[in-house]
C-alpha cells in the first residue's frame, strides 16, 4: 500500500512538473499557434536564474526567506526572457507558422549552447532548502518534500490561471482568442497584447518548473528542458492544444503512467507507455481531451 | 460588332529571362562536379585553413565521407520539408535505424555485411511504413510533435540497452572481423569515401526523378494547398505516406553507410537534436531546391566539425570571455546563422545567387 501512494505522489510531482510547461506551451499555441521549441530554454533560464541568485544576489538565499527570493528572481529572469523572445522574434513572423517554428528551434538550439557556454555542459548541484532533502510520512509512505513542493506549486499555478481566464478582461480576450482569433481581432481588439501576455504567463510557468524542478532533481544542467520538452508536447497533444484544464488531466495521466509503468514493469518502459497512450488518443480522438483540432 | 485585333502583349525586357553565359554547361555541371569529387582523393593538395591534413589523407578524407552523408540525408528530409510542406520532427529516427540495425546484425548476429545492409534498409522503409500511417492521420504541428514523440520512443529504446543490444550510452563499435577488406581500416577510408558519394549520388537523383514525375507534382500540390489535392479526387493521405516511406528508406540507408565510415553507432544520433539539425541544413540550403539541401547539408557538418578546432583556436581564446566561450560552442554559431537566415534569406543559399545577380545589375550603370 506504501509502495502504491509513493508512486502516485511521486507521480503527481512528475504530473505537476509536466503541467507547468505544458499550460504555457498549450496556452501560446492555442492563442498564437506557435509551437514554442524555446519553452526548454525559458525553463533552463528559470532554473539558472534561480542558481545563480541563490549563490550571489544580496538578500537571497539556499534557505527560507532567502530561496523564495531566488525562486522569484528566476522566474522573473525566465519572464523577461520570454516576453523578449515574443517581442523581438516571434512577433515580426506572426501568421507565418513554419518560419516561427523554424526561429524557435534556432533560438533553442542557441540558447541551450549559449547556457552551456556560460555555466559548463555538467550538472551543477542545485541550492535548496534543507527541507526539502527530507521526506513527509503519508498514509505510511515516505514522500519527498521536493515532489509536494511541486504538486502545490501546480495546483496554485492552476488556479491562478484559470482565475485569471475567468475573471479578467485579458482572460476573457484570450479565451475567445482561442476559440476564433480573427473575429477578435474584428472586434477592434488588439490580440497581440494578448500574445505578449500569454508568452509572459508560459515562460513564467516554466521558469518555475525549472527553479522547482532543480529542487526535485537536486541539479541543474543546460539540457534538462530539453527532454522534459517533448514530454510536454505529449502532454499538450493529448490534453488538447489551447485548453489548460486538459493539459492539467492529461499530465496527470502521463505523470502517473510513467511512473507505475517505470516501477513495476522495466526501466524506460513507462515511458514508452507514454507516447503509445498519444498514439492510441489521436486515432480515437485526434483533438485531445478537450480543446479544438489540433490543425496547422 | 467589330473585333480588335490586339497586338500581342509586349514581354518587357527586363521579365524575359536572360540566357547566362554559361547556359549551354550549366546541364552538365553536377557530371562536372561528381567528376571531380570522386577524382578529389588523388590530389595530394593541401589546404592550411581548410582541412588539417592534405586532402587524401585518411582523417580529411572521413570528415568529407560524413560532410556527405548528411548532405544526402538532408536531400531526403527536403523530399518531406521543402518539396511536400511535412514538417517531421522524427527523421534521425529513421536515420539511426540504418545505424543501429546494420550494427546489430553485423555485430550481434554476425550477418553478411550485404545481408545486414538488405534487412535493415527493408526494416528501416517498413518502419516508417507503419509510423507514418499512425502520424500522417493529424496534420501541420500536430504531425510534428507525433513525429518527436516517436523519434523519442527510439531515442529511450537505444539509451536503456533493452536486451543488451544497442550498448546504451557507450554505443556499439562495429565488429569489422566479417567486413569486407576494402571497407576496413584506415588505408581504405578512401572506399568509404566513395561509397558516401555513391549514397549522394543516388539520394539527389532518386529525390530528383520522384520530384518531376507525376507524384512530385501531386507532392508539391499538397505542399502549396492539400484542399484543392483533396478536390482533385486525389487521396494527400497516400501521397505523403509515399513520401514519408521513402524519405525513410533514404535516411536507413544513409545510416548503413554513416555506420560504416564511423566504425559503431553512438547514443547522440537518434536524439531530436539530429532531426533539429537536418532542419536547419535544409532551411540553409534553400527548401525545395535540387542542390540546397545538398549543400546545407555538407556546410553544415563541416562547420560543425571545424567550428570546433576553430572555438579552441588562439585567435578566439584571446577574445575576452563574453565573446570566446559562446564562440566556443558550434551550436550557438549555428543556431544563430539560422535565426539570421530565416530573417534574412528565407530561400537559402540557393537563393543568394539571383539575389546577388539583382543586385549586381541594378548597381550596374545603364547602357
Same mark, same amino acid.
Request: proline share 5%; hydrophobic share 55%.
Given at each position: 500500500?506504501?509502495?502504491?501512494?509513493?508512486?502516485?505522489?511521486t507521480g503527481l510531482g512528475l504530473a505537476a512538473l509536466y503541467f507547468l510547461v505544458a499550460s504555457g506551451l498549450s496556452l501560446v499555441f492555442g492563442l498564437a499557434d506557435v509551437l514554442n521549441f524555446a519553452h526548454g530554454l525559458f525553463l533552463g533560464v528559470g532554473a539558472y536564474g534561480t542558481w545563480w541568485a541563490a549563490g550571489n544576489l544580496p538578500g537571497a538565499g539556499p534557505d527560507g526567506f532567502g530561496f523564495v527570493v531566488a525562486v522569484a528572481f528566476g522566474v522573473a529572469a525566465g519572464t523577461l526572457v520570454a516576453v523578449l523572445v515574443e517581442l523581438v522574434l516571434i512577433r515580426p513572423l506572426y501568421s507565418r507558422t513554419i518560419e516561427q517554428v523554424l526561429v524557435t528551434v534556432g533560438l533553442s538550439l542557441a540558447g541551450v549552447a549559449l547556457l552551456q557556454a556560460t555555466?559548463?555542459?555538467?550538472?551543477?548541484?542545485?541550492?535548496?532548502?534543507?527541507?526539502?532533502?527530507?521526506?513527509?510520512?503519508?498514509?505510511?509512505?515516505?514522500?519527498?518534500?521536493?515532489?509536494?513542493?511541486?504538486?502545490?506549486?501546480?495546483?496554485?499555478?492552476?488556479?491562478?490561471?484559470?482565475?485569471?481566464?475567468?475573471?479578467?478582461?485579458?482572460?476573457?480576450?484570450?479565451?475567445?482568442?482561442?476559440?476564433?482569433?480573427?473575429?477578435?481581432?474584428?472586434?477592434?481588439?488588439?490580440?497581440?497584447?494578448?500574445?505578449?501576455?500569454?508568452?509572459?504567463?508560459?515562460?513564467?510557468?516554466?521558469?518555475?518548473?525549472?527553479?522547482?524542478?532543480?529542487?526535485?532533481?537536486?541539479?541543474?544542467?543546460?539540457?534538462?528542458?530539453?527532454?522534459?520538452?517533448?514530454?510536454?508536447?505529449?502532454?499538450?497533444?493529448?490534453?488538447?492544444?489551447?485548453?489548460?484544464?486538459?493539459?492539467?488531466?492529461?499530465?496527470?495521466?502521463?505523470?502517473?503512467?510513467?511512473?507505475?509503468?517505470?516501477?513495476?514493469?522495466?526501466?524506460?518502459?513507462?515511458?514508452?507507455?507514454?507516447?503509445?497512450?498519444?498514439?492510441?488518443?489521436?486515432?480515437?480522438?485526434?483533438?485531445?481531451?478537450?480543446?479544438?483540432?489540433?490543425?496547422? | 460588332?467589330?473585333?480588335?485585333?490586339?497586338?500581342?502583349?509586349?514581354?518587357?525586357?527586363?521579365?524575359?529571362?536572360?540566357?547566362?553565359?554559361?547556359?549551354?554547361?550549366?546541364?552538365?555541371?553536377?557530371?562536372?562536379?561528381?567528376?571531380?569529387?570522386?577524382?578529389?582523393?588523388?590530389?595530394?593538395?593541401?589546404?592550411?585553413?581548410?582541412?588539417?591534413?592534405?586532402?587524401?589523407?585518411?582523417?580529411?578524407?572521413?570528415?568529407?565521407?560524413?560532410?556527405?552523408?548528411?548532405?544526402?540525408?538532408?536531400?531526403?528530409?527536403?523530399?518531406?520539408?521543402?518539396?511536400?510542406?511535412?514538417?517531421?520532427?522524427?527523421?534521425?529516427?529513421?536515420?539511426?535505424?540504418?545505424?543501429?540495425?546494420?550494427?546489430?546484425?553485423?555485430?550481434?548476429?554476425?550477418?553478411?555485411?550485404?545481408?545486414?545492409? $538488405?534487412?535493415?534498409? %527493408?526494416?528501416?522503409?517498413? +518502419? =516508417?511504413?507503419?509510423? !507514418?500511417? /499512425?502520424?500522417?492521420?493529424? #496534420? &501541420?504541428?500536430?504531425?510534428?510533435?507525433?513525429?518527436?514523440?516517436?523519434?523519442?520512443?527510439?531515442?529511450?529504446?537505444?539509451?536503456?540497452?533493452?536486451?543488451?543490444?544497442?550498448?546504451?550510452?557507450?554505443?556499439?563499435?562495429?565488429?569489422?572481423?566479417?567486413?569486407?577488406?576494402?571497407?576496413?581500416?584506415?588505408?581504405?577510408?578512401?572506399?568509404?569515401?566513395?561509397?558516401?558519394?555513391?549514397?549522394?549520388?543516388?539520394?539527389?537523383?532518386?529525390?530528383?526523378?520522384?520530384?518531376?514525375?507525376?507524384?512530385?507534382?501531386?507532392?508539391?500540390?499538397?505542399?502549396?494547398?492539400?484542399?484543392?489535392?483533396?478536390?482533385?479526387?486525389?487521396?494527400?493521405?497516400?501521397?505523403? $505516406?509515399?513520401?514519408? %516511406?521513402?524519405?525513410?528508406? +533514404? =535516411?536507413?540507408?544513409? !545510416?548503413? /553507410?554513416?555506420?560504416?565510415? #564511423? &566504425?559503431?553507432?553512438?547514443?547522440?544520433?537518434?536524439?531530436?537534436?539530429?532531426?533539429?539539425?537536418?532542419?536547419?541544413?535544409?532551411?540553409?540550403?534553400?527548401?525545395?531546391?535540387?542542390?540546397?539541401?545538398?549543400?546545407?547539408?555538407?556546410?553544415?557538418?563541416?562547420?560543425?566539425?571545424?567550428?570546433?578546432?576553430?572555438?579552441?583556436?588562439?585567435?578566439?581564446?584571446?577574445?575576452?570571455?563574453?565573446?570566446?566561450?559562446?564562440?566556443?560552442?558550434?551550436?550557438?554559431?549555428?543556431?544563430?546563422?539560422?535565426?539570421?537566415?530565416?530573417?534574412?534569406?528565407?530561400?537559402?543559399?540557393?537563393?543568394?545567387?539571383?539575389?546577388?545577380?539583382?543586385?549586381?545589375?541594378?548597381?550596374?550603370?545603364?547602357?
Amino acid at each position: 500500500m506504501g509502495t502504491v501512494i509513493l508512486l502516485a505522489l511521486t507521480g503527481l510531482g512528475l504530473a505537476a512538473l509536466y503541467f507547468l510547461v505544458a499550460s504555457g506551451l498549450s496556452l501560446v499555441f492555442g492563442l498564437a499557434d506557435v509551437l514554442n521549441f524555446a519553452h526548454g530554454l525559458f525553463l533552463g533560464v528559470g532554473a539558472y536564474g534561480t542558481w545563480w541568485a541563490a549563490g550571489n544576489l544580496p538578500g537571497a538565499g539556499p534557505d527560507g526567506f532567502g530561496f523564495v527570493v531566488a525562486v522569484a528572481f528566476g522566474v522573473a529572469a525566465g519572464t523577461l526572457v520570454a516576453v523578449l523572445v515574443e517581442l523581438v522574434l516571434i512577433r515580426p513572423l506572426y501568421s507565418r507558422t513554419i518560419e516561427q517554428v523554424l526561429v524557435t528551434v534556432g533560438l533553442s538550439l542557441a540558447g541551450v549552447a549559449l547556457l552551456q557556454a556560460t555555466w559548463g555542459a555538467d550538472a551543477r548541484p542545485f541550492p535548496r532548502p534543507d527541507w526539502t532533502r527530507q521526506v513527509t510520512g503519508i498514509l505510511g509512505a515516505q514522500v519527498p518534500n521536493g515532489g509536494l513542493l511541486l504538486i502545490i506549486a501546480a495546483v496554485l499555478v492552476l488556479g491562478a490561471i484559470l482565475a485569471f481566464l475567468r475573471w479578467t478582461r485579458y482572460g476573457l480576450v484570450i479565451r475567445a482568442g482561442v476559440e476564433n482569433r480573427e473575429m477578435v481581432t474584428a472586434l477592434g481588439i488588439d490580440v497581440r497584447k494578448a500574445f505578449t501576455l500569454v508568452f509572459a504567463i508560459g515562460g513564467a510557468a516554466a521558469a518555475l518548473a525549472g527553479a522547482l524542478g532543480g529542487v526535485y532533481f537536486g541539479t541543474v544542467s543546460p539540457g534538462q528542458g530539453g527532454s522534459l520538452l517533448i514530454f510536454a508536447f505529449i502532454v499538450v497533444v493529448i490534453g488538447g492544444m489551447g485548453s489548460v484544464v486538459g493539459s492539467a488531466y492529461a499530465a496527470v495521466v502521463v505523470g502517473l503512467v510513467q511512473q507505475f509503468v517505470n516501477y513495476y514493469g522495466t526501466s524506460g518502459l513507462g515511458d514508452i507507455c507514454v507516447v503509445g497512450l498519444l498514439a492510441v488518443v489521436l486515432l480515437l480522438r485526434p483533438q485531445g481531451i478537450a480543446g479544438k483540432v489540433a490543425t496547422a | 460588332m467589330t473585333v480588335i485585333d490586339a497586338p500581342p502583349a509586349q514581354v518587357p525586357d527586363e521579365l524575359t529571362p536572360q540566357r547566362g553565359r554559361w547556359h549551354r554547361v550549366r546541364p552538365f555541371l553536377p557530371l562536372v562536379a561528381l567528376v571531380v569529387l570522386a577524382i578529389l582523393p588523388y590530389s595530394t593538395i593541401s589546404l592550411p585553413g581548410i582541412f588539417e591534413g592534405p586532402v587524401n589523407s585518411p582523417g580529411t578524407l572521413q570528415l568529407l565521407a560524413i560532410c556527405l552523408i548528411f548532405g544526402g540525408l538532408a536531400a531526403g528530409y527536403d523530399l518531406l520539408f521543402g518539396r511536400t510542406g511535412m514538417l517531421s520532427f522524427g527523421h534521425a529516427l529513421y536515420f539511426a535505424a540504418g545505424v543501429y540495425g546494420t550494427d546489430i546484425l553485423v555485430t550481434r548476429a554476425g550477418l553478411p555485411l550485404w545481408q545486414a545492409a $538488405l534487412l535493415t534498409v %527493408t526494416g528501416g522503409t517498413i +518502419l =516508417a511504413a507503419l509510423l !507514418g500511417a /499512425v502520424a500522417l492521420r493529424t #496534420v &501541420g504541428i500536430a504531425f510534428a510533435m507525433v513525429t518527436l514523440a516517436f523519434a523519442q520512443v527510439g531515442a529511450i529504446l537505444v539509451a536503456r540497452d533493452f536486451g543488451g543490444l544497442t550498448g546504451g550510452e557507450e554505443g556499439l563499435p562495429l565488429d569489422v572481423s566479417g567486413l569486407p577488406a576494402g571497407l576496413v581500416g584506415v588505408t581504405n577510408t578512401v572506399n568509404l569515401y566513395w561509397l558516401a558519394l555513391a549514397y549522394l549520388t543516388l539520394v539527389v537523383f532518386v529525390v530528383h526523378r520522384v520530384s518531376g514525375s507525376p507524384t512530385g507534382r501531386v507532392l508539391a500540390g499538397l505542399r502549396d494547398d492539400e484542399r484543392r489535392i483533396g478536390v482533385l479526387g486525389l487521396d494527400p493521405y497516400r501521397y505523403k $505516406l509515399v513520401a514519408f %516511406t521513402l524519405a525513410g528508406g +533514404l =535516411a536507413s540507408a544513409g !545510416g548503413v /553507410v554513416y555506420v560504416l565510415i #564511423v &566504425g559503431g553507432a553512438s547514443p547522440h544520433i537518434t536524439s531530436s537534436e539530429l532531426t533539429l539539425s537536418l532542419l536547419v541544413m535544409v532551411v540553409l540550403g534553400g527548401p525545395g531546391t535540387r542542390w540546397g539541401p545538398v549543400l546545407g547539408g555538407v556546410l553544415y557538418m563541416y562547420l560543425d566539425h571545424r567550428l570546433t578546432a576553430f572555438g579552441t583556436s588562439d585567435a578566439v581564446d584571446n577574445l575576452p570571455a563574453v565573446l570566446s566561450r559562446p564562440l566556443s560552442q558550434p551550436l550557438f554559431v549555428l543556431g544563430t546563422v539560422f535565426i539570421l537566415a530565416v530573417y534574412f534569406f528565407p530561400g537559402g543559399l540557393t537563393s543568394l545567387a539571383p539575389r546577388l545577380s539583382h543586385l549586381t545589375r541594378s548597381l550596374r550603370p545603364p547602357r
